[in-house]
């Protein structure tokens, strides 16, 4: 067998321990396989495919990023091609896509990646594409598995940022206002928002009311408690509001989130005369070390691939379905974006310890 393998969409943590465990797999049942560089970039044009042996894969599990390189504007049904005039059209390329892959004589592709990317695998998948896809991304939004790998190593990043911002927003008596990533759900900010002792957690699933956040940072200071640390999604939005972005779609990408930490440290600031600060973790929460979950996570993720293509399954995604990995159909898990459920037990949690949710 000849086994294709890509990583598209936003890095995470653990994409290289999941192509490690796939590579390592199929190497032991004596296949073939070739990374495809810089997502899907590297079938179209100009021609980046590596093969990829014990030796290429040796030493990387704790590494960040991926050796592949990869990219989020790269969907092939989209591709942005520049035009005569100098403008940008997006051309459907996704036919180049399958010659490619057949002129290079490949059995089944591995594709890593996120809501688009695995969105991106499903249309090829209806193509004629044999492939399996690996949910991806810190923002933990695919639907079908408990968790995708790089999210636990995001909410500890951010975690350990609230920690160190606890300190210096106690010493100064100011409102620290923290803005993690996690597009259009809320899980980064609620578990690390939980984590590390936030007093206030705004999330996309709920909607807020300003001011039930200054009457929280108001009920503190009241106490004694001079400091008060508010953890906001990027795509948290006020009640009737909408979503702060930094850039809107460019050609093959998606908007750009972004900069609602510095607009809710403004009206808190006016509102409640409290010395206050924005702080944006940004990509911090996209690089280094996978933690110990994502690295295991990964490794089964990457070996489960590969088993899946060992039994002749494909249009498929490993999920997490504990105590095993499993998989489930693409086109299921695609059907709507896994969100924060309002009842969930870290939603519970946090109203019974009296975190304010903004609502
Ligand atoms: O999907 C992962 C993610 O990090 C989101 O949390 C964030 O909104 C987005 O990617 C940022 O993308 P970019 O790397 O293009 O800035």
Known sequence: MRIALSTGGGDAPGLNAVIRGAVLAAVSRGWSVYGIQRGY???LGNDRVVSLGADEVRGIT?????ILGTTNRGDPFKWPTPQPDGSI????RSDDILAAFAAHGFDALVTIGGDGSLRIAQKLYEKGLPLVGVPKTIDNDVSGTVM???????VSTATDALDKVHSTAESHDRVMVVEVMGRYAGWIALNAGLSGSADVILIPEIPFDIESVCRKIRERDARGRRFSVVVVAEGATSKGGGHVVQASAAPGGMERLGGIAAVVAKEIEVRTGKETRALTLGHLQRGGTPTTFDRLLSLRFGAAAIRCIAGGTFGVMVALTPPTVSFVSLKEALAKPKLVPLDADTILTAREIGVCLGD
């Open 41 to 43: 970039g590297g079938l």
């Open 62 to 66: 704790h590494v960040g990023g991926t």
């Open 148 to 154: 995708t790998f790089g999210f636990d190593t995001a």
């Open 89 to 92: 059209k997006e051309v459907d």
